[in-house]
């Protein structure tokens, strides 16, 4: 399958500079995930800068987004970024990289907060950097009195009915209570990539949820397609 994939870069290549959604599931930060498992599969200078520069690109116009949730918002380009650190598709310290992303997710405040999905997003995405592999700074990035009022309306039933981000609550408390510890590596779940095939490429979205980014994530993490 190793054509497949190699199909698929050159397609991304040619396209990704023209994504004007900087989001997870369906825009340039899905296809950050592709180029980076790329990187690191075929290890050369060039895809690294390739990587360093969609970084830049999507960093540049994450402030434009008014969402906050996982799958097109802010908190989603943040979860990227961690997948790439934690999974050792790139060095850095999460920290200094996403200072700028965390601050831009806690200045908003919880009571600006309307949607559910966004509010789910920003658990989710805060509880992942509070149990970061990546973080070198021992110190909570978050302040402590927005972490407070996050768990507190978190606990609230009729604000967050949603039994999926119990897990996230508990590492919120836990990292109040003890401070910061750390976590295995994030994961790809079968709901973020989704099911695509090369069936009738070039008419197959770029993005990692039911894409082209996605499906040669899934082929790269296979290495026995690579043979």
Not at 153 to 179: Q, S, T
């Amino acid at each position: 399958m190793i054509d497949s994939v190699q199909k698929i870069y050159n397609h991304l290549l040619l396209n990704v500079a023209y994504i004007a959604n900087p989001g997870l599931y369906s825009g340039k930060t899905g296809c950050l995930l592709f180029f980076a498992h790329y990187a690191r599969l075929f290890e050369d200078d060039v895809n690294n800068e390739i990587v360093s520069e969609i970084i830049d690109d999507i960093f540049a116009s994450a402030g434009n987004l008014s969402s906050l949730n996982i799958p097109d918002g802010v908190c989603g380009i943040g979860w990227g970024v961690e997948y790439i650190l934690q999974n050792q598709l790139m060095e850095g310290d999460s920290d200094e990289i996403l200072a700028d992303l965390d601050k831009m997710i806690y200045s908003r405040g919880i009571k600006t907060i309307v949607s559910q999905a966004d509010f789910i997003g920003v658990l989710k995405y805060i509880a992942i950097r509070l149990t970061s592999s990546c973080g070198e700074n021992k110190n909570i990035p978050f302040p402590h009195n927005y972490l407070l009022e996050l768990y507190q309306a978190a606990k609230d039933p009729e604000k967050m009915p949603d039994f999926a981000v119990n897990n996230d609550v508990d590492i919120i408390k836990k990292v109040l209570e003890k401070g910061r510890y750390r976590r295995k590596p994030l994961g790809l779940s079968p709901e973020m990539t989704g099911q695509v095939s090369l069936d009738k490429f070039p008419l197959v979205p770029l993005g990692l949820h039911n894409g082209l980014s996605g499906l040669g994530i899934k082929l790269m993490l296979e290495p026995r397609n690579l043979s």
